[in-house]
């Protein structure tokens, strides 16, 4: 009798298969007891591109930095909300803060004086030799402009003993050679050093605002890490926020509107406190980010204002230069305005030489600060958010201060 071919054995069944390992859920995926939820800070991270921006200093100060727990769970712990838990994915950020451009506003009144006939030998003598007078020199200008070259080719046709006091006057002003040329270098040469020497104020002023924030001592570098610390810590429940290395700094301004839960307090106020409290050793000058009166002459400063002004001065000079072409080398004043003319030609040089290198020194402290080369950025925006945040918390530094001489 023929034997039965032998069947293969039953697969085992699907609970018995030894499990795939990739199915099971990653070490990495599976979630710790979670912390509690705090408010969110909603900035904008920013990635180091290298070792040379304050964030490496940020971070090594971090393990200098303290702040109370307990105080700060209560006041910016987030209340359980079933309803914000599901919804909370789909929350908006705020728009970031925009700083407004300070609006410049600049009244020159000039006083205006009566010219008499005895001064008129003043005004020659200024004419002579460059020397300044006892006269407005801009209302000088403007009296030349009071007459057309033809109404004083048929004055000067006119007897003498026909014409009335202010005629006469403007003839014997324009007697003087090159009369309106020399005006207008007399105009240049008397605004050129009150209009040059706020220039170049102006432009040292941006000089050591930009090396103030450039060169940070390790006290500011405390202040950033401490914020550092505390936002990474309320946006923990955020992927796109949290584990930050560094933040845009616009975010500063805004940390005085973030509200405890009670209102009785602000992140702001906290981080200052936290500061004062964590050294007992400092004193109330010991102020830890750049004072807010080394900023303001700064953060109202723009680069277009800065070229308009030189512009300006440079195109005087050239027009004193070409006047200069057109007297005679005999005349004393052609030598006077050509010393004037090289000289400010010098000062001006300079002054450009210094607007570049402060132009330079504010693209690397935005490089500094971590901020891409894509972004825009202009100085008084910047300067604005740093004199901002300066500002509020210098008020809450002084609250602080009296806090603990009353305890003391």
């Given at each position: 009798m023929a034997r039965k071919a032998s069947c293969p054995p039953p697969p085992l069944p699907p609970l018995l298969l030894a499990p795939d390992q990739s199915l099971l859920p990653s070490p990495t995926l599976l979630r710790s007891p979670k912390g509690p939820s705090f408010k969110p800070l909603f900035w904008k991270k920013v990635v180091p591109s290298s070792n040379k921006t304050i964030w490496q200093q940020v971070s090594e100060q971090q393990k200098h930095v303290n702040f109370n727990e307990e105080v700060f769970q209560k006041l910016f712990q987030k209340k359980a909300d079933p309803t914000v838990r599901r919804s909370r994915s789909l929350s908006p950020g705020r728009s970031p803060c925009r700083v407004l451009n300070d609006k410049r506003f600049q009244a020159l009144q000039i006083l205006m004086k009566n010219i008499s006939l005895d001064e008129v030998y003043k005004i020659m003598e200024s004419c002579k030799n460059l020397k300044k007078c006892s006269l407005d020199i801009d209302t000088l200008a403007r009296v030349t402009n009071m007459i057309t070259s033809n109404e004083l080719k048929k004055l000067r046709s006119c007897p003498a003993d026909c014409l009335e006091q202010p005629e006469r006057f403007l003839l014997k002003l324009f007697a003087i050679e090159n009369f309106y040329e020399k005006v207008t270098c007399l105009q240049h040469h008397s605004h050129f050093q009150e209009n040059f020497q706020p220039l170049r104020q102006q432009i040292h002023t941006l000089d050591s605002a930009y090396k103030l924030l450039c060169r940070p001592h390790d006290k500011l570098c405390q202040v950033l890490a401490l914020?550092?610390?505390?936002?990474?810590?309320?946006?923990?429940?955020?992927?796109?926020?949290?584990?930050?290395?560094?933040?845009?700094?616009?975010?500063?301004?805004?940390?005085?509107?973030?509200?405890?839960?009670?209102?009785?307090?602000?992140?702001?106020?906290?981080?200052?406190?936290?500061?004062?409290?964590?050294?007992?050793?400092?004193?109330?000058?010991?102020?830890?980010?750049?004072?807010?009166?080394?900023?303001?002459?700064?953060?109202?400063?723009?680069?277009?204002?800065?070229?308009?002004?030189?512009?300006?001065?440079?195109?005087?000079?050239?027009?004193?230069?070409?006047?200069?072409?057109?007297?005679?080398?005999k005349d004393p004043f052609q030598k006077e305005i050509s010393a004037f003319v090289d000289e400010s030609s010098k000062d001006l040089k300079c002054v450009h030489d210094e607007l570049n290198e402060a132009e330079s020194l504010f693209k690397e402290v935005v490089r500094f600060y971590g901020l891409d080369?894509?972004?825009?950025?202009?100085?008084?925006?910047?300067?604005?958010?740093?004199?901002?945040?300066?500002?509020?918390?210098?008020?809450?530094?002084?609250?602080?201060f009296a806090n603990r001489r009353k305890i003391l």
């Open positions: 914020v550092l610390l505390l936002g990474n810590k309320m946006n923990a429940d955020s992927s796109s926020r949290s584990n930050a290395l560094g933040f845009k700094l616009d975010i500063l301004t805004e940390l005085k509107d973030v509200r405890s839960c009670d209102g009785s307090s602000n992140l702001l106020k906290f981080i200052v406190q936290s500061y004062v409290d964590s050294h007992p050793e400092i004193s109330g000058n010991d102020y830890p980010v750049p004072v807010p009166n080394l900023l303001m002459p700064a953060a109202s400063v723009t680069y277009p204002d800065l070229k308009s002004k030189y512009k300006t001065l440079l195109s005087e000079i050239e027009a004193c230069k070409k006047i200069c072409m057109q007297i005679s080398n080369k894509t972004e825009s950025i202009s100085s008084q925006e910047f300067l604005q958010i740093w004199l901002s945040f300066s500002q509020t918390f210098y008020s809450y530094w002084e609250h602080a």
